[in-house]
């Protein structure tokens, strides 16, 4: 009995041996550069922190294409401007008509050039002004009203300066239609900013999620590992048992079949964490040097947001501070101000207008017409009121119609995002303290078990176990093991979720960016 022993105590330390340089082997395969652990070790506490990410991040494509969005403000800033654009247009028509007369004294013969040069303008009043100058020289050639056979020359410079004003009475009544579009692209421009805090806590919370996904695949591989290693030596002792005929062929072949089952999952768990380092590397614009980097090899640490999220849950939700509120609630007001807008498009268009113009003709000078053009010698004064209705009105219903749809669906997302965020908030403080408990129960569990595993061993070095169950106890206490360090994740992914709502993500963000 005591040579078992004995012979069980040195295959123990034997197996372990093995196991150390085995380690000591894959480290020294996946060394990391010395260009790479420079890089490393110049990182603040030599690990990937959530900060580190964060800022990283700030400096990413995908946050650029964010930052872009802010352009939309020039774009909105340039349409409120359109309906108050300045116009100048111009036209020089210049020509020989000789189309036979048909009637008498009619010319036949006529050499023209025409000029015009005008320009237009609206306000926001509804006031819409033009002047223009229009400039006429005229050469022709007509019959003689006696018949005799001679001809009439006729040459004159003609200059006309006009102005133009017309005025919406009711339709656009002073400006009522221009008023409330602009009101409301300036809405639209102040909502900007907070459609870009939206998406960057949107982009934080997604990026915050990836972090965590990073630490827990690492956090699976150290436990496959491990479990690895226990079925391999278990597979070793079995082994030895059986050379001796103290154990079964189908205990070997279980736990042959256990380890090789457990270096899939190892390797498989490899993968996933290389993955999503490469990921981070590339996404990040970390340096390329970090791709040669085993990712297994490298610290991460986490933070703890979770006194901040606790702090938060003891008031109530300031629902108004919540961004995404906050542009819902400015997309609605824009909705009610564009519907006034259609709603009175629907008016009839009745109008007023007043046009003045003075001209002047010289047979020889044209600086002269256009001299006396300008000193208003030849008045002309017209007034204009005017009605149009459109009989089915139908481009205005359509306008009409969609406005009160857009309004009554804002309205509504607006009423359902504020219940749907008070309910989140409430379901969520909750779930943080659920979490909270649920971690340090399954901290006691992983104990429990740990310590199960290895008496299950111990017992199973002098037999008094069967295989099936040191096999079982090994994966329930990686289970355990996997099931705590999620429970590490789940519980911080709340607390970011809890300060999300209440808008303290974006203004860590905002601090993050301010100290790059």
Known sequence: ?????????????????????????????????????????SLPDKSLTLDLILKKGLT??????????????????????IPFDTYISASVLKGNDKSASTRPGSPYNNQL???????????????????ESAYKNNNSLSPSFTGSGSEIHTKYHENKISLNL????????????????????????????????????????????????????????????????????????????????????????????AEKNSKQNLNSSKQDLENIWRNLVVQLNFPKDWLNINPFLIPIKLDNPIFKALKSCK??????????????????????????????????????????????????????????????????VFVELGLSIPIGRYKEKSKLAKSVMNKKILQYRLSSLKKTIQTKWKNECLNLLRLKKKKKELQLVKSMQKQRAKLEEKRFRIGKVPVFNNIQAGLDSALSKLAFKQSEVSLRLSA?????????????INKLSSNK
């Open 1 to 41: 009995m005591k040579l078992s022993f004995y012979s069980f105590i040195f295959l123990f330390f034997y197996v372990s041996l093995h196991s150390q340089i085995t380690l000591q082997a894959k480290l020294k395969k996946y060394k990391i550069p010395k260009k790479a652990l420079k890089l490393l070790n």
């Open 60 to 81: 990413s494509d995908n946050f650029e294409i964010i930052k872009l969005q802010n352009l939309e403000k020039r774009v909105l800033k340039y349409a409120a401007k």
């Open 113 to 131: 050039t025409n000029g015009n040069l005008k320009l237009s303008s609206n306000f926001l009043t509804g006031t819409s002004v033009s002047l």
């Open 166 to 257: 017309r005025q919406d009475l009711l339709k656009n009544s002073f400006g009522y239609y221009e008023r409330k579009t602009l009101q409301a692209l300036n809405i639209q421009k102040q909502n900007v900013k907070n459609k870009f805090s939206v998406n960057v806590e949107n982009w934080s919370y997604k990026l915050i999620e990836t972090f965590y996904t990073a630490w827990l695949l690492k956090a699976k591989v150290q436990v496959a590992q491990s479990n690895y290693y226990r079925q391999r030596r278990l597979k070793n002792i079995t082994y030895l048992k059986f050379k001796r005929g103290t154990a079964k062929k189908s205990d070997l072949l279980q736990t042959q079949s």
């Open 315 to 380: 008031k109530d939700l300031d629902i108004k501070s919540n961004w995404e509120v906050k542009s819902l609630t400015k997309q609605y007001k824009a909705s009610q101000l564009n519907l006034s807008a259609a709603k009175n498009q629907m008016l009839p268009e009745v109008y007023f207008g007043l046009k003045l113009s003075s001209n002047a003709v010289n047979p020889d000078n044209p600086s002269q017409a256009l001299q006396d053009s300008l000193q208003n010698k030849n008045k002309g």
């Open 496 to 508: 970011w979720r809890i300060l999300k709502m209440n808008s303290k993500l974006i203004n860590y």
